[in-house]
């Protein structure tokens, strides 16, 4: 089900507030007024709880993050978050303990052992399982009820991909969409290509297309690759919709892929962009990419696609049009990564959860469980416009068909017969280190075949696979020890 959210502003009330891991983080409190959602939401079955029925009315959760996407530090950005109804309707509060990216598992480690738990912390990809067994989380299965109406259609989502001995470890109150291929229509134009978008909405966006493109717009005398960044690699080796780790739902086992007849094609695309000389030579370059900016190159047509988030387009207009091209002219437009010509016909979108986990000792987890509750209410809400879409629109000023294309990216991605996860970090360092060696492989300078890449990485890859399924089958899922 698509977002379809509306809160309207009614005023602002501005409160003092720090976050207690941070300092000088003032926080904007925003009041809304809405209709009345949950009457629509309760006639199809879906509730909150009320105010009396939950344990966690008028209490503090703190959550333990490098960001906070919750609360507003700014009366020019309204965020439209399920926690105003968690502050509102339940009299709740979060505190925020601001951490470093760097050494987030470290901290939240030393916070555990020493009594001083967090309560939640953000349910992505990198948790599991890795951060899972170590004991940083618990299961939240006793927390939440993943057959209740208002979980319908995540169920499937927490168990299949973050779950440890039939035990899921996030509350997914959404799922959110990876890296898209981003690229300016103008440039598009005078190179006389055709749009990718028009090509996807036709089901002509395939890789044999998305090459061809490369191949002839890549000139080294002219200083133009067709690809730069630091995402490409992995994102076109998941568009084949397998994983060279693929973790089997069944058996909650990993397992190596390395094998795959789609994961080869994909390699062999890599290799062919990188010996063809359409990647940016980062080698060349104190291994940083151009202008040392996402994007750098697009307006002035020296890259030809950029593998980003659509969170580059929430910057300030003014940042956007510099980098990508005028936004407001339409140049600026993505597209989901394009389709494997000899795969299934479908296109692939990586993806992860939008949700929380729950820290081992937190004090109140009760607090959480009612906050992705909200959340969830959130994504479920038929009444109005979203605020979230207004701001795209009058803020940042994206046209419809960017619009259109960020809906189309999101329903694909809450098809889970449609999505690609991987962990990243979540595999373990060393596993992790090994699979970027294929993933990688890409930004060589000299890249290597995929007989090669297997002929060298394999036994590394099974040996390291074989260590986490071990660690896998001796984690007690009631163990409360952090390791």
């Not at 959550?63 to 996407?69: L, N, Q, V």
């Not at 103008?186 to 996807?200: C, K, N, Q, S, T």
């Not at 937190?362 to 979203?386: Q, Y």
């Not at 701001?391 to 449609?418: G, N, P, R």
Request: aromatic share 16%; with cysteine.
């Amino acid at each position: 089900m698509k977002k379809v959210i509306s809160l309207l502003l009614a005023g602002i009330l501005i409160i003092s507030l720090v976050g207690c891991g941070s300092a000088n983080k003032e926080v904007v409190q925003l009041t809304f007024a809405t209709q009345d959602a949950e009457a629509i939401l309760n006639a199809a079955g879906v509730y909150l709880p009320t105010v009396e029925e939950t344990s966690a009315a008028n209490s503090t959760i703190v959550w333990f993050a490098w960001y906070d996407d919750m609360q507003n530090y700014s009366d020019d950005e309204i965020i439209n978050s399920g926690y105003w109804t968690f502050q509102e309707k339940y009299g709740c509060s979060i505190e925020w303990y601001e951490c470093s990216w760097d050494t987030r598992f470290d901290e939240l480690a030393n916070l555990i052992l020493a009594s001083s738990s967090p309560d939640f912390y953000p349910g992505g990809n990198e948790v599991f399982p890795t951060n899972c067994i170590k004991g940083m989380f618990q299961p939240v299965d006793t927390y939440i009820d993943y057959d209740d109406p208002l979980w319908e259609g995540e169920k499937e989502f927490a168990y299949d991909y973050y779950s440890l001995k039939d035990r899921p470890y996030v509350i997914v109150y959404d799922n959110a969409f990876g890296h898209v291929v981003v690229y300016n229509r103008r440039v598009i134009e005078e190179f006389g290509y055709d749009d990718p978008a028009e090509l996807y909405w036709n089901d002509e966006w395939t890789w044999d297309e998305f090459y061809e493109m490369c191949v002839d717009f890549s000139d080294v005398d002219e200083d133009r690759y067709a690809l730069d960044g630091w995402y490409y690699s992995a994102a076109l080796m998941h568009s084949c919709g397998e994983m060279i780790i693929q973790y089997n739902t069944e058996t909650q086992q990993f397992e190596s892929n390395i094998d795959s007849p789609a994961v080869e094609r994909a390699a062999n695309l890599l290799y062919n962009l990188g010996k063809n000389e359409c990647v940016y030579p980062l080698w060349n370059k104190s291994w940083s990419i151009r202008n040392g900016v996402s994007g750098g190159g697009i307006k002035e047509g020296l890259q030809l696609f950029c593998i980003a988030e659509t969170s580059e387009f929430t910057d300030t207009v003014e940042n956007v049009n510099s980098v990508w091209g005028d936004i407001e002219e339409g140049e600026v437009m993505f597209v989901p990564l394009p389709r494997d010509d000899d795969g299934d016909g479908v296109y692939y979108m990586e993806s992860t959860a939008d949700g929380y986990c729950i820290v081992n000792g937190a004090s109140n987890p009760e607090g959480v469980a009612l906050l992705a509750a909200c959340m969830r209410f959130k994504v479920l809400d038929p009444t109005v416009v979203d605020i979230d879409r207004i701001q795209l629109e009058e803020t940042y000023m994206w046209t419809q068909e960017m619009l259109d294309m960020w809906d189309e990216c999101y329903d694909l991605t809450t098809q889970i017969d449609k999505v690609v996860i991987t962990y990243y970090e979540g595999y373990g360092d060393k596993l992790y280190a090994v699979l970027y060696s294929y993933e990688g492989n890409a930004y060589s300078e000299e890249p290597t075949t995929w007989a090669q890449l297997k002929e060298t990485y394999n036994e590394q890859l099974d040996y390291y696979i074989n260590a986490l399924n071990e660690s896998i089958a001796a984690y007690d899922p009631d163990a409360e020890t952090v390791s």
